[in-house]
């Protein structure tokens, strides 16, 4: 038996010892294998967040008096609350006025009410996992687009 784990351990320490080559020949580590890869990556540089990309009101193709429009819309009648939901920036080169939620079964119109008390009618959007809100939407609440708001929705 020991002489089996004996075998086995010199088997696979055997093949590391050509990493070990040239080592006690003068301090000196083997040439560069041209085969290997190198051990650190290329520097890269980078730019800040921001100076390359484009900026939220360059996305925002809704325009101010779409938003107005909405923020003023009267209730609906007949609509009921679907539940609440945290949202996040949904694609920002989807534009209008728009949320998509688990809560939401069938495309159509609605609202979204902001922790706030502030109310945007929006076209609600059946979803999966996470519920996302367009850029439009979180610009006319005046949520910050890095915020994670809970809104509480309604529809038909």
């Known amino acids: 038996m020991k002489r089996a784990l004996l075998l086995l351990s010199l088997s696979l320490a055997v093949p590391g010892c050509s990493v070990f080559e040239g080592f006690g020949k003068g301090g000196k580590a083997p040439a560069a294998n041209p085969g290997l ?59 209008g006025l728009w949320v998509q939620s688990v809560l939401v079964q069938t495309k159509g119109q609605g609202r979204v009410v902001a922790p706030g008390g502030k109310t945007l009618a929006v076209e609600l959007r059946p ?18 687009l890095t915020g994670l708001p809970e809104l509480t929705l309604y529809g038909n």
């Open 37 to 95: 890869a190198t051990e650190f990556a290329p520097a890269v540089t980078t730019t800040a967040l921001g100076a390359s990309g484009h900026s939220a009101a360059a996305l925002d193709k809704t325009s101010d008096a779409e938003k107005a429009a909405a923020l003023a819309k009267p209730v609906a009648s007949g609509e009921r609350e679907l539940g609440k939901a945290v949202v996040a920036l949904g694609p920002p080169a989807e534009t």
């Open 127 to 144: 979803g999966s996992g996470g519920a996302l809100m367009s850029l439009s939407a979180y610009q006319a609440l005046g949520l910050p």
